[in-house]
């Protein structure tokens, strides 16, 4: 079982940035495709980026592509999430997960085995 810890979560003004950080177990990195996930109240859990074990492969949800940026630290174990440009809809808890060692273009939330606690972002005026 993989354990992970999200950090860096906060409340931002919409046009803000934030970093998100995913400290993992040791090695994890070398195994496991790192996602993240997000989930708003009322609303359903929605994969927002993945980072593949191996070359790093990154895939991101179409409402992110070109305002968040996924990258590892695999010496680190760590993996982290750039947000720039967040809108009020970013607003959500915000997990990462361990799972297939290759991201699929569609994150689905079966294929991730072990969670984070999750961090909280809000971005409001």
């Known amino acids: 079982q993989v354990q992970l810890m999200e950090s860096g979560g906060g409340s931002v003004q919409p046009g803000g940035s934030l970093r998100l950080s995913c400290v993992t177990s040791?090695?994890?990195?070398?195994?496991?495709?790192i996602g993240w996930f997000r989930q708003a109240p009322g609303k359903e859990p929605e994969g927002v980026s993945c980072?593949?074990?191996?070359?790093?492969?990154?895939v991101y949800a179409d409402s992110v592509k070109g305002r968040f940026t996924v990258s590892r630290d695999v010496a680190g174990n760590s993996v982290y999430l750039q947000m720039e440009d967040l809108k009020s809809e970013d607003t959500a808890v915000y997990y990462c997960?361990?799972?297939?060692?290759?991201?699929?273009?569609?994150?689905?939330?079966?294929?991730?085995?072990?969670w984070g606690q999750g961090t909280q972002v809000t971005v409001s005026s």
């Open positions: 980072i593949s074990s191996g070359d790093g492969f990154a």
């Open positions: 040791e090695n994890a990195l070398r195994y496991y495709g």
């Open positions: 997960a361990a799972g297939i060692p290759r991201c699929g273009y569609v994150l689905k939330r079966r294929d991730f085995t072990s």
